[in-house]
């Protein structure tokens, strides 16, 4: 991308999410993780730049994604929540790692708290999943800890199947709650984000909050041909 480019389209989030802002939506949400573009520059492995967008460090591969989010942060003004969905995965690569400890996780995302961001949405292929060595705490734990940002976790909640295992023909049955609740409650994270398990049941949450586990759809690809 051209410097003219990255101009238009830090521009282009402002707008947008001033648009949100005069909607009445209650919060806007910057996607910057997955591999799509903004998680592309913080990636070593595509972000080979030799300008002010690039670098060595994950905090210089970072400037772009807290441009963008100043840019919104100035178009919506201090009382509109701004969250960053986030990612060590990438659609290419799941196995990728932009931070590799704690220190990193710090280093990536403090550029984007000092631009704005009031919350980080957390995804994971398996919620579950510690994200370091010698700790049980999973992504949306650890970006809690080093920002002191409040964090969602998502990836998998109440199914037993990963996303992407389900593309290769795996069907994904429904799980108890239980541990996910439990982590919440000692304050591991803040909200919890649920995706394919509201897609095969409309009537998940109603059953979820009357515990009628048993009750719950599986999801697999027949429920996606119909809601996609």
């Given at each position: 991308m051209s410097e003219e480019a990255i101009a238009d389209v830090i521009a282009a989030y402002g707008r947008a999410a001033a648009a949100a802002l005069t909607l009445g939506f209650d919060a806007v949400e910057i996607h910057a993780a997955h591999g799509f573009l903004l998680d592309q520059f913080f990636w070593s492995e595509t972000n080979r730049r030799r300008d002010r967008w690039g670098g060595a460090l994950i905090s210089e591969r970072a400037r772009f994604a807290a441009a963008v989010i100043h840019e919104v942060r100035t178009s919506v003004g201090h009382d509109l929540p701004v969250l960053a969905r986030i990612s060590q995965w990438k659609e290419q690569d799941y196995g990728a790692r932009l931070a590799s400890n704690p220190e990193e996780l710090r280093a990536w995302l403090q550029p984007l708290v000092d631009a704005g961001v009031d919350c980080f949405h957390c995804s994971q292929r398996r919620w579950w999943e510690a994200q370091f060595d010698g700790s049980d705490l999973n992504l949306a734990g650890w970006v809690k800890k080093v920002t002191g940002k409040p964090t969602i976790t998502v990836g998998s909640v109440g199914l037993d199947v990963d996303v992407m295992s389900f593309f290769?023909?795996?069907?994904?049955?429904?799980?108890?709650?239980?541990?996910?609740?439990?982590?919440?409650?000692?304050?591991?994270?803040?909200?919890?984000?649920?995706?394919?398990?509201?897609?095969?049941?409309?009537?998940?949450?109603?059953?979820?909050?009357?515990?009628?586990?048993?009750?719950?759809?599986?999801?697999?690809?027949?429920?996606?041909?119909?809601v996609w």
């Open positions: 290769n023909g795996a069907a994904a049955t429904p799980t108890s709650l239980g541990a996910v609740e439990e982590r919440l409650g000692r304050g591991e994270f803040d909200l919890i984000a649920v995706g394919r398990a509201l897609l095969a049941d409309p009537q998940w949450v109603l059953k979820v909050a009357d515990a009628r586990y048993q009750d719950l759809k599986p999801f697999n690809k027949s429920v996606t041909s119909v």
